[in-house]
């Protein structure tokens, strides 16, 4: 494809993207803009990121810290904000924590832990989601929900991270009927918290829903969406 015909489909299929959140978030009784789209760019190059930044996108994600530091300097003078949603080494925050926005995929207290002590040396103060393993996955990664219950409360004496909401991936092998129950699970372990949340702790966002089941997710309460393969339709990649 010419780059002009693959500016034209990724343009078209962000366009379809976003008025599938807007009908999603209509038949749950929100407004389209309650829910945030994070478009995921880990398996594409810039070739594929500038068209989807000039058609709009202007939050990204990224799951891979090496494959992510050199899109961002590539990318520093652009209008955008820059989502952690995947795996992310301890050995890794440092350099990562000044170029995002927040971190989706806070997966353990020690992980907290390291991240809370690198933003302190960095005077950053960094937005958190915890990531909770609803499905009980073993290939998944995340707090347990018993487990998030007994360590909110430590959680909350972090002082250089600010714990915004959760982050799910429903279980592996699920469509998007079948990754409806881990979606609910997750908006009610976010419910159940929040009677005894900790004041430092705020648990508004739900990052839930991929390219296969956003809008079960948004249904289902999602705040966030972070959709990739869907934005890139049509195009080899």
Known sequence: MTPDQIRDQIAENLG??????ADAS????????????????KYVGLEMIEPLIDAGASVL???RPQQFWPKAEALADRPIRWHMIGQLQRNKIRRTLPLV????SAESARLVGAIDRIAGDLSLRMPLLLEVN???????????PKELEAELSNLA???NVEIRGLMCMAGLGTDAE????DFAALRGLRDRLRVNCPSEVKL??????????????IEEGATIVRVGSALYEGLSW
């Open 61 to 63: 994600g990224e799951s």
């Open 178 to 181: 079948g990754a409806r129950g």
């Open 26 to 41: 209509l038949r749950s009784g929100r407004k389209p803009d309650d829910v945030l789209l994070v478009a995921v760019t």
């Open 157 to 159: 004496t972090c002082r």
């Open 204 to 217: 508004d966002e739900l990052s839930m829903g991929m390219s296969g089941d956003y809008e079960v997710a």
């Open 16 to 21: 379809q993207v976003r008025e599938r959140i």
């Open 134 to 144: 609803v499905s009980g996955d073993e290939t998944k990664h995340g707090f347990s």
């Open 101 to 104: 926005e927040m971190i989706h």
